[in-house]
């Protein structure tokens, strides 16, 4: 914020939303995840799994964009998960030159279980920190809730 204080944004509820307290949220969030990661047997390609199994079907393009990279960078990730039989390929009904990829359903059951293990892990953890289950839920609330605002934004704010 170039040296300065970010100007804090009113909420709904008339408190003050500091933008910097939100990065910060944001930041050890990204944190924790990266460090649960290392503590359970990594699932490749989980981040185009869980795209998948949040939007249904996607292009090649479609996930590239959604995820960051390039698109042949996520050529090959869609063909390393359907040589493991966890998405498949299929040609777009309304147009025969798109392929669109979708999770199979062996794709779904690694996918639970790879986030049955990350969250065993993180409950270790936050156990180990004195985390209350309330703190669990308030602070999962507002991180589903921002994520939600940012796939679906509203003129209104949401109480």
């Known amino acids: 914020m170039s040296g300065q204080r970010a100007r804090a944004i009113s909420s709904a509820c008339g408190e003050s ?36 199994d949040e939007v249904g079907t996607a292009t ?3 996930l590239a964009i959604g995820d960051g990279v390039a698109q042949p960078t996520m050529s090959e990730a869609v063909a390393s998960l359907a040589d493991r039989q966890l998405v498949e390929r299929a040609t777009d009904p309304d147009d025969a030159r798109v392929r669109r ?5 062996r794709g779904r059951q690694a996918l ?43 003129s209104e704010p949401r109480p």
């Open 101 to 105: 990829v979708r999770i199979t359903q």
């Open 112 to 154: 639970m279980t790879y986030r049955r293990q990350l969250g065993n892990a993180l409950a270790q953890q936050a156990h180990g920190a004195g985390i209350t289950a309330e703190e669990v839920r308030r602070h999962g609330s507002a991180l589903r809730r921002l994520a939600d605002a940012w796939e679906h934004p509203q």
């Open 60 to 62: 090649i393009n479609e």
């Open 17 to 52: 939303l500091d933008p910097e307290g939100l990065a910060d949220l944001v930041v050890h969030a990204a944190r924790v995840l990266r460090r649960a990661r290392l503590a359970v047997p990594e699932l490749p390609g989980a981040r185009v799994l869980s795209i998948l």
